[in-house]
């Protein structure tokens, strides 16, 4: 079929297509298998095997022996049950300004009437701990009633230091709950809840986990299941306890997403399969590389401090003359393959490369090439050669299937 335009584009492109934005990711085939096996009935012996099951794994991925509820929702369904079943109408809570996500979940805080003060940040750092140490501090009355932090800030690509806000939050003595935000770090960033000392971890399906959009978790402590029996702000859909009760027997209140279930059993077997720690560092490992890469091309890194640097993505800064979402669409057209764009005040400024979920060397090396010759397509000038600097880290940092090799 004659194609469109100068670039004349065919109606189909050949070959796969490349999903690399940070969240949904590629869903490995066996996952896609296990969700494609039939629905069965939810009320049934076989769905409560299956759940139970589930509902015990699925602990070990957020590192907590307390339950972890499921929702047939997208991740913001998730931020909105941690905080109608903790919080009453007026309380304060304390958020910290890492970026978009953060900013969305202080506006859900605030419709549902709560009263969000937000440390102010620059979108390049996550939340600072003595920041956060500091403000409870002079919170003498305890009007603050939780701190809520978003892990890996998905428009950026910085990591929030959780173990050390943990402990700034110890230090100033303070009992607000903790809450924390693992969507786009589940799966893919170590994460603790139990030795984190986390009463709320909010995630979600599509990014670390492998699998589509569809699930949002709570992992929930002991203090914020005691905190919800008196917490009033209004929940029916999102109410821990019905959830939790129906659990017991490996039943839901309503009709759980079944076959995504199917399918977290395979992506919880999986990242076993490979082991949670390789997991980790060979999402370090593509991070470090896709920097590598960017120094060598000449561009900005959004995340300021190299002790926050994400595993998940990549954040880059577009120079001045050029918009970032015009590469974008150049290399979505050229190469099939999709980048994150940026999000509210990063709009059109930065472009971010997902390296999180069912990802390989070779995956990267493709990603790293399509973006390489989208911005010299695009008249970008580059410093040097990323690939070949990624190319070049990847090989000497060889990770072996059970481990890493060395150099
Ligand atoms: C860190 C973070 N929090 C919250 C959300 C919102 O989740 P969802 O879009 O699944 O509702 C996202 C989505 O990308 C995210 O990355």
Known sequence: MQGTGAMNVPARQPGRHFLQIPGPTNVPDRVLGAIALPTIDHRGPAFAALASEVLSQIRTIFKTGQPVIIYPSSGTGAWEAALVNTLSPGDRVLMAETGHFAMLWREMAERLGVQPEVIPGDWRHGADPAAIEARLAEDRGHSIKAVCVVHNETSTGAVSRIEEIRRAIDRAGHPALFMVDTISSLASIDYRHDEWGVDVTVGGSQKGLMLPPGLGFNAVSPKALAASESARL???????????????????????????????????????????????????????????????????????????????????????????DGVRAHILRRFNLSLGNGLSKLNDRVFRIGHLGDFSDVMLAGTLSGVEMGLRERGVALAGSGVAAALDYLSRTNLRPNGPAGS
Request: proline residues 5%; charged residues 20%; glycine residues 6%.
């Open 234 to 324: 209004p929940r029916s859909f999102w109410d821990w306890q019905a959830m939790l009760a129906a659990n017991t027997k490996g039943f839901f209140p309503y009709t759980p997403a079944s076959n995504l279930i199917h399918g977290l059993r395979e992506a919880i077997a999986m990242l076993h399969e490979e082991g949670l720690d390789n997991v980790f560092a060979r999402h370090a490992r593509h991070g470090e590389a896709t920097r590598q890469a960017a120094r060598a091309w000449g561009l900005e890194i959004q995340c300021a401090d190299p002790r926050e640097y994400s595993g998940s993505l990549t954040a880059l800064v577009m120079p001045d003359s050029h918009s970032a």
